[in-house]
């Protein structure tokens, strides 16, 4: 980011992180280990015993924890069970495929499963980088010509995911704004709804692409706790959306009513792992202990939605059949 005149603010935006990360110490195997092992203890802390590892391969200058998962899964250490969604390198196109196909035979043991794939479509909102389908407002509420991000070609992004649903591949989108949204669903068409496909995120969907979850089979993988008023929301997100488009966000109330199979998430360590402040929000739309009004009641889940969307549902989208429900014969 730079001033008007041109100079370095200091702030670095989505893979410009790299200027300074590709500069960081190698964290070693040893340390790697350590961390895999006190992340799961914090989890398991909060209830948690299983998770989708979003980022399962090296992004903006961080290290590869595949090898550490598999590592564990095969000394006994793990557990936890583990999907990895390994990460799909932008930069290159179909040529990847077989070294991912690889990597799924190479990595997957035991409580670890490496047999998704996470495609970052687009970035967040408060720094524009979303991609919207009408352009971000300056601070003055006038349109610009900013309409955000779409880190893989629309038209790939199709060809992409035809050919990893058909190798048996879950594929995990990052799909923030409303045009990130619609590129992901465009995507999805015409795949096999069995390998449980979901866009991550979701603060702004078009209405015209709601009803499209249910109808395609991809569900809607939402991080409930953001849902809600702060500073981030009031300062750096409605006034760059507009009134009218702000109250899109978070349609997690739309989506249940259109039939959309909501399942739910943190994105630890971005915020809190801890899924019952999450489900306050999901039923809410405040933090607990907040004195800001609800945003956007209309939207909100009821409680029974939204234990199941943090309990059998996330274990739905893991293919975790035996888990996240109390019935004879599932796991404890």
Not at 53 to 81: E, F
Not at 189 to 196: A, I, L
Not at 231 to 252: K, N
């Amino acid at each position: 980011e730079r001033d008007r005149d041109g100079n370095p603010t200091g702030t670095l935006h989505e893979g410009a992180m790299t200027l300074v990360t590709d500069h960081v110490p190698v964290t070693d195997a040893a340390e790697m280990y350590r961390g895999l092992l006190a992340g799961q203890a914090y989890l398991h802390s909060f209830g948690v015993t299983s998770w989708q590892d979003a980022i399962v391969g090296s992004y903006a200058g961080s290290d590869d924890n595949g090898p550490t998962y598999a590592r564990a899964a095969r000394a006994g250490d793990l557990t936890a069970t583990v999907v990895g969604a390994l990460w799909w390198d932008r930069e290159r196109g179909l040529e990847q495929i077989p070294d991912l196909v690889a990597r799924r035979e190479e990595l997957s043991f035991g409580r670890f499963s490496a047999t998704t794939i996470k495609i970052m479509q687009d970035g967040v909102i408060e720094n524009g980088t979303a991609g919207v389908v009408e352009p971000y407002l300056d601070s003055s509420g006038h349109p610009t010509g900013n309409a955000g991000l779409s880190f893989v070609d629309p038209a790939g992004l199709r060809a992409y995911v035809a050919e990893l649903d058909a190798l048996g591949f879950q594929v995990h989108v990052h799909g923030l704004g409303d045009r990130g949204v619609r590129e992901a669903l465009d995507a999805f068409e015409g795949t096999n709804p069995d390998r449980r496909h979901h866009i991550a995120h979701l603060q702004l969907v078009h209405p015209d692409d709601v009803a499209r979850f249910a109808r395609l089979g991809v569900s809607a993988n939402i991080q409930a706790l953001w849902a809600c008023l702060d500073d981030q929301m009031v300062d750096l997100t409605i006034p760059f959306l507009g009134e009218s488009r702000a109250r899109r966000q978070y349609p997690f109330g739309d989506l249940h009513r259109a039939g959309a199979h909501i399942v739910a998430g943190s994105d630890w360590p971005v915020s809190t792992p801890d899924p019952l402040q999450a489900v306050h929000v999901a039923v809410n739309r405040v933090h607990h202990g907040s004195d800001l009004p609800p945003f956007l009641p209309e939207q909100a889940l009821d409680l029974a939605t939204a234990l199941t969307a943090y309990t059998a549902d996330s274990a739905y989208v893991n293919r975790l059949d035996d888990s996240g429900t109390l019935r004879p014969g599932n796991r404890a």
